[in-house]
């Protein structure tokens, strides 16, 4: 009977424990979502007393109606000012540029020191793949299956008044091919910035580049699953140098020097120097919301010039993006030159070089800020010099479900690639991506 008893109140505590736990998240989440009350206009408010005892919060009348969930990219209001979502790069370099985490949780915030803390997590499943489909080839999979196509994490926050700091870091690599496996944790992006004006700021370290709209959407905010293929192969990656941005009302500029090669921690390897620039103009407003309603109108433009070990290469980029009435849309070219350098420090593989691409994409929200239908045509040019070979065009198309904006939803695509000149092949692909952020 004695045992019997002592079971009987340790089940009973352990019940109590689980419960208070739950309670104890339900009101927490309720604190988040509901807003603070205030005092009504006409009625001051009137301090608290003091009592040594809690006070004891008013049950809410029984005709009370539950309070209606917010939008899809809205957050709840009432939230405390720490855990509002901030934007990564200074309002200077806002034209059309967007870091992969928005750094929203606040870690630590002491004078003018500040910490935030984002996060990312792509999950691919791959229904159907064409028995040619390689990612070495630049496809999303190998195989059906699934993949963890991004998990990064980052941080980001204040050093000093105009002083901002930035470092993401990706947990997974994209998965190469040809060795089989990952090549483990790689910085991304890390950045100190002097950003003392709208019109000026002024950065340092590694950082994508100024120069292919495409490339420079967030990847948490890609209205289809992957960049299209002429972005991934003329844009250049990541770099480590110096950049300065700013805007003048609607006119936004960003320029910098880097290394001609793409090493980070290594420092320039065998190569001069690469310098870019990029200027954006908003004709009609400024693209802001997830579902648009006002029309907006962005032209965008850039060069850049590289150095490498083995060749000089020049590119170019001209943008379009219109927007409005639950419409979004963008279009882009590229074009590359490259030809072996007068002294390489390398072997060149091929000789002079000149591809371009074109890739045009729309998305049109159907029901509320829920569910987008998306598409998207592009058109690569490998080489001019072989007339016969290296022809390509893609055709996408796909669903959005925003379960909660970006922070939460559900990507479905189909990829038909079609090699117009040269061998066909079987390389269509069906595949969704399940996306968290915060």
């Not at 950049?243 to 980070?264: K, T």
């Not at 904006?405 to 079987?426: C, D, F, T, W």
Request: proline share 7%; glycine share 10%.
């Amino acid at each position: 009977m004695v045992q019997q008893t002592l079971r009987r109140r340790l089940a009973q505590r352990r019940w109590n424990l689980v419960a208070s736990i739950g309670f104890s998240f339900i009101c927490a989440a309720q604190a988040i979502a509901q807003p603070a009350s205030q005092p009504a206009a006409s009625q001051p408010a009137t301090s608290a007393p003091t009592s040594d005892k809690p006070a004891t919060p008013s049950a809410p009348p029984k005709d009370a109606e539950t309070p209606a969930l917010p939008p899809a990219g809205e957050l709840p209001p009432g939230l405390p000012p720490e855990i509002e979502p901030i934007s990564v790069q200074p309002q200077s370099q806002s034209g059309g540029w967007s870091e992969d985490l928005g750094t929203g949780v606040l870690l630590i915030r002491r004078g003018n020191f500040s910490a935030r803390m984002g996060g990312l997590i792509q999950i691919q499943a791959a229904m159907f793949v064409g028995k040619e489909a390689a990612l070495q080839f630049n496809d999303p999979a190998d195989n059906k299956g699934f993949r963890i196509r991004r998990a990064r994490i980052g941080f980001s926050g204040e050093l000093l008044p105009d002083v901002l700091w930035y470092l993401a870091i990706d947990l997974k690599d994209t998965i190469v091919a040809a060795s089989g496996g990952d090549t483990g944790s790689e910085i991304l992006d890390a950045t100190i910035t002097w950003a003392p004006y709208t019109f000026l700021s002024v950065s340092a370290g590694v950082d994508r580049l100024p120069f292919s709209s495409f490339a420079l959407r967030s990847s948490r905010q890609l209205m289809l699953i992957e960049r299209p293929l002429s972005v991934d192969l003329l844009a250049p990656k990541r770099r480590v140098g110096v950049r300065v941005a700013g805007r003048l009302g609607g006119l936004a500029y960003a320029a910098g020097v880097y290394n001609g090669s793409d090493g980070i921690t290594s420092g320039n390897q065998l190569a001069g120097l690469a310098a870019g620039i990029r200027i954006t103009y908003d004709l009609l407003g400024r693209e802001e919301q997830l579902v648009p309603d006002e029309p907006t109108i962005q032209l965008a433009g850039g060069y850049f010039y590289d150095d490498g070990p083995a060749t000089d290469s020049h590119r170019a980029s001209v943008s379009l993006a219109l927007s409005g009435y639950r419409v979004r849309m963008l279009t882009e070219f590229l074009w590359l030159n490259s030809k072996p350098d007068h002294a390489p420090t390398t072997p060149a593989q091929e000789g002079t070089v000149s591809r371009w691409g074109v890739a045009g994409q729309v998305g049109v929200f159907i029901w509320r800020e829920r569910l987008e239908l998306a598409a998207r045509y592009e058109y690569f040019r490998d080489d001019d010099n072989l007339i016969e070979l290296g022809r390509q065009q893609l055709f996408t198309g796909g669903a959005n479900l925003y379960l909660c904006s970006h922070r939460l939803k559900l990507q479905v695509n189909y990829i038909n690639r079609h090699e117009m000149s040269g061998p066909a092949l079987n390389n269509n692909i069906a595949f969704a991506q399940l996306q968290a952020s915060f």
